[in-house]
């Protein structure tokens, strides 16, 4: 249907439609500016969205695209099976952080807010947050010996957390009693209220100023937009079919790899993606419920199809996605599912691999392709416990136009850098090392971006250290013949000088004063033929330092003047 068959004067819907947005924007800035711990204030782990009256995503911020694309699978669940359209009132807000009730993971909590107008609804606003900690069997909720889902933190079903515009105190204690940093909860659960009043008013004065049904009528048109802009993005497609297997490194409790398999048949304007053949859900807590697989799926195809398609969820009309029940990629209660970005971040990558087969002008190498998780729990000079909850990054694949970006957060999370003199202001960490890793971009015509090493130091008496971390024996892989980016790593030295290398995903990992925690990240994989690259960014990658005169002999061809590039 057209905007105008929407009765809907185009202009005005382009007014409409960028006022949403900003309303989702003034959402997340008022987080960022209100939220008080490091995960949500610095690495800005949070996500904000407007819903039409239905529950459909209209309007979304720059933020995180895993959260965005399932927030509103998370809303229709809560409309569909707990709290029905009808019995929600004006004030209301209905927290949820259950994967098994249309969630992300347990430490994603998201919130909701009715938007009424002269006693109607309008729309529903919402936020995510990736709060510090939701207690579990360890500091951060990633613990890595979670068997079910019981092992990984308290649930919250969808209930109403204010109720007609008063706050539930009850279920917010609750909540504060079973988390290891009440403080920073509250103050994050806070700012997620603070920014749905923000949300609800913005949006009421759209209503006000336009109408409820012209408003309704302009959401409804701006779904069909994008559905009618990802079909033509598909239509120019070229059909066929294509198949991709990625391997994840193991569910850290085996190490069996982890299959996930992807058939993507593109026919005209639609396009569907078949998870047949993916390994079935595993016993570690690296599983997937649908919601969030299907969150990989159409981030990788919006990435891959580029334009300006807006975001919402009439995108998604044009796609079906499959998934084995009881499989890693649509598992069961009551399966684990905290380190569910281990196996999400890969099946993007599996989607884009597909997609290559089919316009491999478009696709870039693989990139790092995992949310380098860790958290340490210690405790401060006043002997006050606290958690250092961190995220890092790696390197992008190279592509048909240049080369990867260095050290970038990509993909699925879009997270910003925890600075080094902020971490080492609040926790007793000192920072020893933090920069590129040369070598760890795969070799290519262009090559993957580098990955990067973060190393601190212990200075509490002792300390717990978890980790969430892949891509310790799968590189990410390069295409058109170029070559993989580097392996993860991730090593502890002992006051002593001793050294332990330690798995991908782990918990608990005593740490004592003075011990030295080095984290390395995967480069990203190269692009094209190694031996065709251009002798002029081989030679500034040597006098920069990205690329070794041995590797640029082993890999690139390149004949080193001794003395040169020492």
């Not at 960022?32 to 039409?52: C, G, H, Q």
């Not at 004006?90 to 909701?112: A, E, K, M, R, W």
């Not at 990736?130 to 207690?135: A, F, I, K, M, S």
């Not at 990067?452 to 978890?466: F, K, M, N, P, T």
């Amino acid at each position: 249907m057209s905007d105008l068959q929407h009765g809907i004067d185009p202009i005005r819907l382009e007014v409409i439609r960028n006022a949403l947005v900003a309303a989702a924007e003034e959402m997340s800035i008022t987080i960022w500016r209100t939220s008080r711990s490091t995960v949500v204030r610095e690495i800005l782990d949070f996500s904000t969205a407007v819903f039409d009256a239905q529950g459909n995503n209209i309007a979304q911020s720059a933020r995180i695209p895993v959260h965005l694309n399932s927030m509103s699978d998370c809303l229709r669940t809560i409309l569909d099976r707990f709290i029905p359209l009808e019995h929600w009132n004006d004030g209301d807000v209905i927290v949820t952080n259950d994967p098994y009730s249309g969630g992300q993971h347990l430490p994603d909590i998201q919130t909701f807010r009715p938007v009424f107008v002269d006693g109607r609804r309008a729309a529903i606003v919402g936020t995510l947050c990736h709060h510090v900690d939701v207690g579990g069997g360890a500091a951060g909720s990633y613990y890595a010996g979670a068997t079910e889902i019981f092992h990984e933190g308290i649930r919250i079903p969808p209930l109403r957390l204010v109720d007609k515009g008063v706050l539930n105190s009850g279920v917010f204690e609750m909540l504060l009693h079973n988390v290891r940093q009440p403080d920073e909860t509250r103050g994050d659960l806070n700012a997620q209220i603070a920014a749905l009043g923000i949300g609800e008013r913005a949006v009421a004065r759209m209503a006000k100023k336009y109408g409820s049904d012209p408003l309704a009528a302009a959401m409804a048109a701006i779904l069909d937009g994008s559905e009618r802009m990802m079909r033509a993005a598909l239509k120019a497609l070229p059909d066929g079919e294509a198949c991709f297997v990625e391997l994840v490194d193991d569910d850290g409790q085996s190490d069996e790899p982890i299959r996930l398999q992807v058939k993507i048949t593109k026919t005209g304007e639609t396009i569907g993606l078949d998870f047949a053949g993916s390994s079935p859900q595993v016993r570690g807590p690296v599983n997937n419920t649908p919601a969030m697989t299907c969150s990989a799926v159409y981030y990788a195809l919006l990435a891959a199809l580029g334009g300006d398609i807006p975001a919402n969820s009439g995108c998604y009309r044009a796609v079906t996605v499959t998934l084995p029940e009881g499989s890693v990629v649509n598992a069961a209660f009551p399966a684990p599912v905290a380190g569910r970005m281990v196996v999400n971040h890969r099946i993007a990558t599996a989607v884009f691999g597909a997609l290559a087969q089919i316009v491999p002008e478009r696709i870039p190498a693989a990139y790092y392709a995992i949310s380098y998780v860790y958290a340490l729990q210690t405790t401060n000079a006043a002997g006050k416990r606290q958690v250092y909850f961190d995220i890092e990054v790696g390197g992008w694949g190279g592509h048909a136009r240049g080369d990867g970006a260095s050290a970038l957060s990509c993909g699925l999370h879009n997270n910003t850098n925890a600075p080094i003199e902020m971490v080492e202001a609040k926790y007793p960490v000192t920072f020893t090392k933090y920069g590129l890793i040369p070598d760890s971009g795969g070799a290519g015509q262009f090559r993957g971006g580098l990955g990067l090493v973060r190393e601190w130091r212990l200075d509490a008496a002792e300390g717990s250290l978890s980790t969430n971390f892949e891509r310790f024996r799968h590189a990410p892989y390069g295409i058109q013949g170029g070559e993989p980016g580097s392996l993860s790593r991730t090593t502890v030295t002992r006051a002593d000088g001793s050294q332990l290398s330690l798995r991908s995903k782990v918990s608990g990992i005593p740490l004592a004063a003075g011990d030295i925690v080095t984290i390395e990240t995967s480069g990203g994989g190269g692009f094209g033929d190694p031996q065709k690259r251009d002798p002029q960014r081989l030679a500034k990658d040597l006098t920069d330092g990205m690329v070794s005169p041995q590797q640029a002999a082993s890999l690139y061809g390149a004949e080193i003047e001794k003395g040169a590039a020492a």
